[in-house]
């Protein structure tokens, strides 16, 4: 009886974390001056972060007995399932890039945008992380 795990296409989310990598290497570039660059991180920030948590939903529905279990979870419950399964090495650290993810979708200024691209780089090495993971538990892409 083989134990491989169901696969999952991660062909997405390694191309949104590539394209967030290359737009936050070209804004530390300028340091951190160029208030276009910064915005086009934090824009690809929203669609990695989306696509990070959305991939773990989709393991966990390949993993668990109970796929159906993992719709009614809370986002909260989602990454400490994570957490438990060893695809997610901080729980905290997920809360807090959601809480920054959810403050670009209600308001927009200056110091929201500072507040969120503060915390880029550290979601940057906690997705990368994740990606490992989840390639590590089976991927159609690498």
């Not at 939903?57 to 007995?65: A, C, T």
Request: with cysteine; hydrophobic share 45%.
């Amino acid at each position: 009886m083989s134990t491989a795990h169901p696969t999952l296409d991660l062909t997405s989310f390694c191309a949104a974390l590539a394209s967030l990598q290359r737009a936050v290497t070209r804004w530390q570039a300028t340091g951190q001056q160029d208030e276009e660059l910064r915005d086009a991180c934090i824009q690809r920030f929203e669609y990695t972060f989306e696509l990070s948590w959305k991939m773990l939903k989709r393991r966990l529905e390949l993993d668990l007995p109970d796929a159906q279990s993992v719709d009614t979870m809370s986002f909260r419950e989602l990454i400490r399932s994570g957490g438990e399964r060893g695809l997610v090495t901080d729980v905290d650290a997920w809360m807090v890039f959601r809480d920054k993810r959810n403050t670009t979708s209600h308001t927009y200024n200056a110091a929201t945008a500072a507040d969120v691209a503060a915390v880029i780089p550290a979601f940057m090495q906690h997705a990368q992380a994740l990606l490992a993971q989840l390639q590590a538990e089976g991927a159609d892409h690498a």
